[in-house]
């Protein structure tokens, strides 16, 4: 069992910002971290070519039990015994990093959108304190303003059987890339199942609104309360989405934190590939020099 296994859920249209992700795996993670890629069936063929002893690629369709079917030409699938909601492709995003935790073989997970790429040496040791994971939590980051983080943290409650939640501000799991423990993620899995009398998955994909990030990080605060260690600098993130021109880029590149080993311009920002890549090279001159 290796140490650390890369999961990222990516499809077509960011195919280009992939390649860059999957060349900064190769070239900051050990030789047994084996990058674990989840594509739906009509992408497959566009991603076999990354497939080696570094790289797997999955139908994540497969990931889906049987009574899972796929609306032909769509990226949607519905159950067939309950054809409504159906699941959409955000949502199975989602599903597959939380499916994924017992297929990797490794103690660790490092789950990294597409649009994010490792700029440092990358171990799960390096954010680990006494045993324990580091979690991404922005304490009092999600405020009365964000509806949508507050509707995740009200069902992710609802699947872990908890309370309401205390009053606003509550803490901010979501990033672009982050640690997760197997374990834990089976462990969630199982209190879902028992809290919903359902299938972890069944209850999860009923869900139109959900966050994966926040149902693990309510999980390993308020179910474990394992009062993990924080780190919000293991990336260096812009939800902007708002093109950026190289100069931009490369100033955001610029104020990359000395302990982050990853870099996230929002795909949503459409900033062109000159930009992306010049913000790449900075990062890399930043971290060479720190």
Same mark, same amino acid.
Request: hydrophobic share 45%; charged share 20%; net charge negative.
């Given at each position: 069992?290796?140490?650390?296994?890369?999961?990222?859920?990516?499809?077509?249209?960011?195919?280009?910002?992939?390649?860059?992700?999957?060349? =900064?795996?190769?070239?900051?993670?050990?030789?047994?971290?084996?990058?674990?890629?989840?594509?739906?069936?009509?992408?497959?063929?566009?991603?076999?070519?990354?497939?080696?002893?570094?790289?797997?690629?999955?139908?994540?369709?497969?990931?889906?039990?049987?009574?899972?079917?796929?609306?032909?030409?769509?990226?949607?699938?519905?159950?067939?015994?309950?054809?409504?909601?159906?699941?959409?492709? $955000?949502?199975?995003?989602?599903?597959?990093?939380?499916?994924?935790?017992?297929?990797?073989?490794?103690?660790?997970?490092?789950?990294?959108?597409?649009?994010?790429?490792?700029?440092?040496?990358?171990?799960?040791?390096?954010?680990?304190?006494?045993?324990?994971?580091?979690?991404?939590?922005?304490?009092?980051?999600?405020?009365?303003?964000?509806?949508?983080?507050?509707?995740?943290?009200?069902?992710?409650?609802?699947?872990?059987?908890?309370?309401?939640?205390?009053?606003?501000?509550?803490?901010?799991?979501?990033?672009?890339?982050?640690?997760?423990?197997?374990?834990?993620?089976?462990?969630?899995?199982?209190?879902?199942?028992?809290?919903?009398?359902?299938?972890?998955?069944?209850?999860?994909?009923?869900?139109?609104?959900? =966050?994966?990030?926040?149902?693990?990080?309510?999980?390993?605060?308020?179910?474990?309360?394992?009062?993990?260690?924080?780190?919000?600098?293991?990336?260096?993130? =812009?939800?902007?989405?708002?093109? $950026?021109?190289?100069?931009?880029?490369?100033?955001?590149?610029?104020?990359?934190?000395?302990?982050?080993?990853?870099?996230?311009?929002?795909?949503?920002?459409?900033?062109?590939?000159?930009?992306?890549?010049?913000?790449?090279?900075?990062?890399?001159?930043?971290?060479?020099? =720190?």
């Amino acid at each position: 069992m290796s140490e650390l296994a890369v999961v990222t859920p990516t499809y077509a249209q960011d195919a280009e910002l992939f390649a860059l992700l999957h060349r =900064s795996v190769l070239e900051h993670t050990s030789p047994d971290t084996v990058h674990h890629v989840f594509v739906s069936p009509s992408d497959r063929e566009l991603f076999a070519r990354y497939e080696g002893p570094r790289c797997r690629v999955w139908d994540r369709s497969k990931l889906m039990p049987s009574r899972y079917v796929r609306v032909p030409g769509t990226d949607v699938h519905v159950d067939y015994r309950r054809p409504w909601p159906p699941v959409r492709g $955000w949502v199975l995003q989602q599903t597959v990093k939380i499916a994924a935790a017992d297929l990797v073989d490794a103690d660790t997970m490092l789950v990294v959108d597409s649009d994010a790429v490792l700029v440092r040496p990358t171990s799960a040791a390096s954010f680990t304190v006494d045993g324990r994971l580091s979690l991404h939590r922005v304490d009092d980051g999600v405020t009365a303003d964000m509806g949508r983080h507050v509707l995740w943290h009200r069902v992710a409650r609802e699947l872990l059987g908890l309370p309401p939640a205390p009053p606003l501000p509550l803490p901010d799991y979501v990033t672009a890339l982050t640690f997760w423990d197997p374990a834990i993620v089976l462990a969630m899995r199982q209190r879902i199942s028992e809290v919903t009398g359902r299938d972890w998955m069944d209850a999860f994909n009923a869900r139109l609104h959900i =966050s994966e990030f926040i149902l693990y990080g309510v999980f390993v605060d308020e179910v474990l309360k394992a009062s993990p260690p924080v780190n919000t600098t293991i990336c260096h993130l =812009s939800y902007n989405h708002e093109p $950026w021109d190289e100069a931009t880029a490369v100033a955001f590149a610029d104020r990359l934190p000395p302990d982050a080993v990853g870099m996230m311009i929002s795909a949503k920002s459409n900033t062109p590939m000159d930009a992306r890549l010049a913000a790449i090279r900075r990062c890399a001159q930043v971290a060479e020099s =720190s």
